[in-house]
């Protein structure tokens, strides 16, 4: 398969250029408009894959400076606002945080704790479903590629435990035995801990950066506490759900734990370097849940974990040059940010939540609510990226419900929650996704039926409970 297809990246660019020469709406600037062209341009390449991410983004990004929509008239000043978004200290936590994930895939710790939980939970199958679902839990906060997470570390070890119980991805007629079970709710699990934490998916940072945008502050820890009782309700209720609607054949697992206690007596007493993977972990954990006390920010929080790993050879420099997808994320996560920003910046997004406001303006907020966060969790049916998703709607969607008086920070944690929950709807619908289905335990039919399932479980859960929960803690 191509790299760049032709056909796809010409149909992106009639797309921005049709919208650019199209006169700007009353209330709309000529920048702003001209802005939302080559966003809409960009999200439209990324969706078709008319080339890498990245390659759209730094088509963005030339074009953006090539036409001066930031700054008319200002060559140099062009660029430099065309790359502002580099120097956001929300890209550079998730870039930071790619780098610590390392230290766990590395060090063998991630796998450590993961066999740890099947030797605990493993002796049947809904327990071997929820110990590898507390692995990834536990695993989360710091890790915030739930591709490296899920693919990286829980999918080889629930692969290699369904094979173990004779449920083999080339042998369909085993695929119900044990490994379509564990799939979607590995999977399932996956999204739910991506959710809990601003550091559980690359794209929870972003919901922050917007929100700020808007005047909405989120931290780490008033993230982790909105999330904590909906995830957790969450976390417990759809492996029942996915027993109930999706069960596997195989109930009892007797022999899980001790493979699992063989693959810990094959890896030895921990490590120097998994004890100072520990150490970090807890000290990261402490400094993102202390932050507002001592005025540390996320961010800085990961740098000082980043030099800890460094500085005791945890990591080397050359793990940090290697790291590919931290690389590649800061890159289409800073050109993504710096056009969203600059679009509301521009008075688009306060313009276009006008419009929208205009249309639904006689709705009480409470109705609003639960329309604004269905139409964003049913939408991703289009998208086969969370973050370009995330970029397309969240600012737009919030600044709608803003407006009609949807209490701030109630729907910025909600559509941040979704931001990972509608991955279940699809096989494509967040990183893991290709990952699990890849497997070949599932069907598409079964994973696109299931995942409604799910997802509307998820839907009700979160916006429920969590909604209620919200209002306890004084959220709103």
């Given at each position: 398969?191509?790299?760049?297809?032709?056909?796809?990246?010409?149909?992106?660019?009639?797309?921005?250029?049709?919208?650019?020469?199209?006169?700007?709406?009353?209330?709309?600037?000529?920048?702003?408009?001209?802005?939302?062209?080559?966003?809409?341009?960009?999200?439209?390449?990324?969706?078709?894959?008319?080339?890498?991410?990245?390659?759209?983004?730094?088509?963005?990004?030339?074009v953006t400076a090539f036409s001066q929509v930031l700054a008319p008239g200002e060559a140099g000043k062009s660029i430099t606002l065309a790359l502002k978004g580099f120097g956001d200290k929300v890209i550079w936590l998730i870039g930071i945080s790619f780098f610590i994930a390392r230290g766990f895939i590395k060090t063998g710790l991630g796998n450590r704790i993961a066999f740890l939980f099947i030797r605990i939970?493993?002796?049947?199958?809904?327990?071997?479903?929820?110990?590898?679902?507390?692995?990834?839990?536990?695993?989360?906060?710091?890790?915030?590629?739930?591709?490296?997470?899920?693919?990286?570390?829980?999918?080889?070890?629930?692969?290699?435990?369904?094979?173990?119980?004779?449920?083999?991805?080339?042998?369909?007629?085993?695929?119900?035995?044990?490994?379509?079970?564990?799939?979607?709710?590995?999977?399932?699990?996956?999204?739910?801990?991506?959710?809990?934490?601003?550091?559980?998916?690359?794209?929870?940072?972003?919901?922050?950066?917007?929100?700020?945008?808007?005047?909405?502050?989120?931290?780490?820890?008033?993230?982790?506490?909105?999330?904590?009782?909906?995830?957790?309700?969450?976390?417990?209720?759809?492996?029942?759900?996915?027993?109930?609607?999706?069960?596997?054949?195989?109930?009892?697992?007797?022999?899980?734990?001790?493979?699992?206690?063989?693959?810990?007596?094959?890896?030895?007493?921990?490590?120097?370097?998994?004890?100072?993977?520990?150490?970090?972990?807890?000290?990261?954990?402490?400094?993102?849940?202390?932050?507002?006390?001592?005025?540390?920010?996320?961010?800085?929080?990961?740098?000082?974990?980043?030099?800890?790993?460094?500085?005791?050879?945890?990591?080397?420099?050359?793990?940090?040059?290697?790291?590919?997808?931290?690389?590649?994320?800061?890159?289409?996560?800073?050109?993504?940010?710096?056009?969203?920003?600059?679009?509301?910046?521009l008075g688009f997004i306060s313009w276009f939540s006008g419009l929208i406001k205009a249309q639904i303006g006689g709705l009480s907020w409470q109705i609003a609510f639960p329309i604004i966060v269905v139409v964003y969790f049913f939408s991703h049916y289009l998208f086969a990226s969370a973050t370009a998703h995330v970029a397309a709607m969240y600012a737009a969607l919030l600044g709608v419900g803003v407006s009609?008086?949807?209490?701030?920070?109630?729907?910025?944690?909600?559509?941040?929650?979704?931001?990972?929950?509608?991955?279940?709807?699809?096989?494509?619908?967040?990183?893991?996704?290709?990952?699990?289905?890849?497997?070949?335990?599932?069907?598409?039919?079964?994973?696109?039926?299931?995942?409604?399932?799910?997802?509307?479980?998820?839907?009700?859960?979160?916006?429920?409970?969590?909604?209620?929960?919200?209002?306890?803690?004084?959220?709103?």
């Open positions: 398969m191509k790299e760049v297809s032709t056909i796809r990246v010409l149909i992106t660019l009639a797309v921005g250029l049709l919208i650019w020469f199209i006169p700007p709406p009353t209330g709309v600037v000529p920048e702003a408009w001209h802005l939302f062209a080559i966003f809409v341009a960009t999200i439209l390449g990324i969706i078709l894959k008319a080339a890498p991410m990245g390659t759209m983004c730094m088509m963005a990004i030339s939970f493993g002796k049947s199958s809904l327990g071997l479903a929820y110990g590898l679902g507390l692995a990834d839990l536990c695993l989360a906060p710091a890790i915030p590629s739930n591709t490296a997470r899920g693919g990286g570390i829980i999918y080889p070890i629930m692969k290699s435990m369904a094979i173990s119980f004779g449920s083999e991805p080339d042998k369909p007629e085993t695929h119900r035995k044990l490994g379509s079970f564990l799939t979607l709710n590995s999977y399932n699990m996956n999204l739910i801990a991506s959710s809990m934490f601003l550091t559980g998916t690359a794209s929870n940072p972003m919901c922050q950066k917007f929100a700020a945008d808007l005047g909405i502050k989120i931290t780490w820890m008033s993230w982790a506490v909105a999330a904590i009782v909906p995830g957790l309700v969450a976390f417990f209720v759809i492996p029942l759900v996915l027993y109930k609607i999706y069960p596997p054949e195989l109930k009892k697992t007797a022999d899980a734990p001790e493979m699992a206690n063989q693959k810990l007596k094959e890896m030895g007493p921990i490590s120097k370097n998994e004890w100072l993977m520990l150490l970090a972990f807890v000290i990261l954990l402490i400094l993102w849940i202390t932050g507002d006390i001592f005025s540390i920010d996320a961010t800085t929080t990961a740098f000082i974990g980043l030099v800890l790993l460094l500085l005791t050879s945890v990591l080397t420099w050359e793990d940090v040059k290697s790291e590919k997808g931290a690389w590649d994320t800061i890159i289409w996560f800073s050109v993504l940010v710096m056009m969203a920003s600059s679009l509301n910046e009609l008086g949807i209490p701030g920070l109630l729907l910025a944690f909600m559509l941040g929650f979704v931001g990972s929950l509608y991955g279940t709807l699809t096989h494509y619908g967040h990183g893991p996704a290709p990952v699990f289905f890849g497997s070949g335990y599932v069907d598409l039919k079964s994973w696109w039926l299931k995942g409604l399932v799910t997802g509307l479980v998820l839907l009700v859960i979160y916006m429920v409970i969590g909604g209620f929960w919200m209002g306890i803690i004084g959220y709103y």
